[in-house]
């Protein structure tokens, strides 16, 4: 197993993949974007039952998707303390006897996500990592706040530090069809982040059909966005294969018109260290190997860290310890 590439080399997307500009609103493009729901769920029941890989490929695969976990915490009761022990997870993700095993001394997730109260401790405790803070803005989770105090919340969060911005769209734009207003909206957002590079959370199980998270997909690419995300990880529906299908296509179909590659974050009730394997074999077959790194990939997540752990204990040891053994913070 090779080596894993520095941290600050790869998470940015901006330091490997030109920016995504964005492009003027194109309705008709938008309006031909259509979802069939049957053999997308087809498609999307078949990744799981595939045999999965074993032994060394197993690991090299969950080495993969630890480097594109955005270790997350986003609780009320959050503290300086929590986050100091999260961000010490951040850069040591696995106890360093069994990186090194692996031969992956180096490894660290893709970026540490807080609220904005909590973006100046993360980037204290992450100094000189390469790990870049990312903070939930625009009145996470539900997005309901006023405008312009959502425009100046990423502006602080830039400010104070975060070099990603995770944004929530109005769900109500898509749900009426007001796809000028969740353009002009996402376009805003985007120019308030200025250098640091924005993911549109979609908050899909709330936008009603597939039909409309591919609509919602590349109107916040054509508005800007760096990536899209499925969930604030808060709805009763958060990241699914069928959704992810419909988001990755949108997201190729995007490319294959501008030459801009977008990234993908799906986020919420991926916990399991074989389901980040089917995502990650998802994105494999749909996108390409292009697409396998943290600067185009990323899991909103926690504790599918303490799983992957678990299974790479395994590996190099050949006995499971128990999940508590792995808290995250």
Sequence with gaps: MQTATPAAQTHLPQTTEPRNPGLPLDLDWVMRATANRSAIERRAAQLPTRRSVKKDHQAAWLARAISCIDLTTLAGDDTEGRVRRLCAKARQPVRADLLKALGLPDLTVGAVCVYHDMIAPAARFLDGSGIPVAA??????????????????????????????????????????????????????????????VKAILATGELGTLQNVARASLVAMMAGADFIKTSTGKESVNATLPVSLVMI????????????????????????????ITYLALIR????????????????????????????????TGAYSASWRHAMA
């Design 285 to 316: 077959e749909e996108l390409g190997r292009d697409w396998l790194s943290p600067h185009l990939f990323r899991f909103g997540a926690s504790s599918l860290l303490g799983d992957i752990e678990r299974q790479l204990e395994h590996h190099v």
């Design 249 to 276: 296509r949108a997201i190729r179909d995007y490319h294959e018109a501008t030459g801009f590659r977008i990234g993908y974050k799906p986020a919420g009730g991926i916990s399991k260290a074989k389901d980040a």
């Design 136 to 197: 939930v803005s625009t009145g996470f989770p539900a997005g309901l706040s006023p405008f312009h105090l959502r425009v100046a919340e990423i502006g602080e969060s830039v400010a104070a530090g975060a070099a990603e911005i995770d944004i929530v769209i109005s769900r109500r734009h898509v749900l009426t069809g007001n796809w000028q207003a969740l353009y002009d909206e996402m376009r805003a957002f985007r120019e308030a982040c200025g250098p640091a590079h």
